[in-house]
């Protein structure tokens, strides 16, 4: 304890009746106004109450779901076989839905591209993959000069394929595609 009886030490500097006065005209222990180091350690607590617990609850519930979602993306061969989806992948094929070059002449489809679209139903696919793998990876049917949807049109069919992950994000929109 120090002369003034705060453990700190703080009577060193607003201890002596000089320093008390200079501390009450121009503020605070660094010469910082109190009126100013409330406000920011009121800033400060509206921070950790509005924005760090929202925020920490948020990634716990994220942290949390990941399981149940990486579960569900590799149930997804139980709920839909992979024959199933190839066979409705060569209806499309075969009713002009989707072309082999990727613009299909259709009433619905004029312009635009294909590419996303062949590429994200191809994945979960592979047949030498197992459903967890296929729900890490998400590996889909490549070609080596052919256009995307050929290279699905030829997994689909039955056709030799090679096969590429794709790491970029997880596939959720699977879950629903699948349905």
Known sequence: MTQSGHALGRDRLVGRPENR?????F??????????MNRAATAIAKFFRYAFWPLAVS???????????????????HILSRQRIADHLSAAFDEGVLSDDGAPPT?????????????????????????????VTGS?????????????HQA???GA??????????HGYRLSSRH
Do not use: M, N
């Open 59 to 77: 990634i716990l519930i994220v942290l949390i779901l990941q399981p149940i979602y990486f579960l569900s993306l590799a149930s997804l061969d």
């Open 27 to 36: 503020g605070g222990i660094w010469g910082i106004p109190d009126k100013i």
């Open 161 to 170: 394929t090679s096969w590429r992950p794709y790491f970029r994000y997880w």
């Open 140 to 152: 889909y049917p490549v070609s080596d000069s052919a256009h995307a949807c050929q290279a699905l």
């Open 107 to 135: 009433l619905i489809f004029r312009g635009g591209e294909q590419l996303t679209e062949c590429i994200s139903l191809g994945i979960g696919l592979d047949k030498d993959e197992t459903s967890w793998v296929s729900a």
């Open 21 to 25: 006065e200079y501390s009450r005209q």
């Open 156 to 158: 689909v069919a039955g």
